[in-house]
């Protein structure tokens, strides 16, 4: 079975701060990673994802992400952050047919 | 605002009540899902519906009872549910079954049992 660590539980940062946030998972086979974000009292949502090709993968609202095979890592990032992506953001795992598997989350503040 | 429609938001009970959540979407999603979520906690997989066939459950206990109705509808019927089982519910849904695919969630369904 799949897991899914995410480093750091809660960053705070001032607006035009890069951001990065960490996302390992454990798996030996092939897997389709994902980051999600919730929005104060809103829905989940997908931000990016990773199937294959590749390894730099550009989402919404300037997000980005790299996979690193060889070091099992999603890592998400935004060169310059706003006030409105303060969020919880959730790195996700599945391996193909299986469930996905969500890491603890992250809470990012990011203060105007 | 998403297409993965929960009622109610919110909902309190009383352990010995019965009562029901419900999800619609109308995306033609083959697959549908039910997670839990405590605060501050990643969504936890509860049920998986797959063609409307119950396909995955979590050892879930059950006094949590899932339905597919048809294509479009989840519901999850609660009965003599314990204090520890207040949390947000989310409904989910995806082309199929599996990792393979995004899933859109709705805003969930806030349940607190008293």
């Known amino acids: 079975a799949q897991s899914v660590s995410q480093h750091n539980h809660h960053v705070i940062l001032s607006e035009a ?60 990032r935004k060169p ?25 989350g992250t809470r990012v503040l990011v203060k105007p | 605002d998403t297409e993965v429609t929960q009622t109610p938001k919110h909902l309190v009970m009383g352990m010995t009540n019965k009562k029901s959540l419900k999800c619609e979407q109308h995306m033609g999603h083959r697959a549908m899902y039910w997670y839990k979520q405590k605060a501050k906690k990643p969504p936890e997989l509860m049920f998986v519906y797959s063609y409307e066939k119950l396909s995955i459950n979590e050892s879930v206990p059950s006094r949590f009872s899932p339905e597919c109705p048809n294509s479009s509808l989840l519901n999850l019927h609660l009965h003599a549910l314990q204090p520890e089982d207040s949390a947000l519910y989310l409904c989910a849904s995806s082309r199929g079954q599996g990792s393979s695919g995004e899933l859109f969630f709705g805003e969930g369904s806030r349940l607190t049992v008293l």
């Open chain 1, 17 to 76: 701060a890069s951001l990065e946030l960490g996302c390992n998972y454990s798996y030996g086979g092939t897997v389709n990673l994902f980051w999600y974000v919730q929005y104060p009292g809103q829905h989940l949502q997908l931000l990016l994802k990773y199937f294959s090709g590749d390894p730099l993968v550009k989402g919404i609202k300037g997000f980005e992400a790299e996979f690193i095979k060889s070091k099992f890592s999603f890592n998400l």
């Open chain 1, 80 to 104: 310059s952050v706003q006030w409105s992506d303060t969020a919880e953001y959730f790195c996700a795992v599945g391996a193909a047919g299986n469930k996905l598997t969500f890491g603890g």
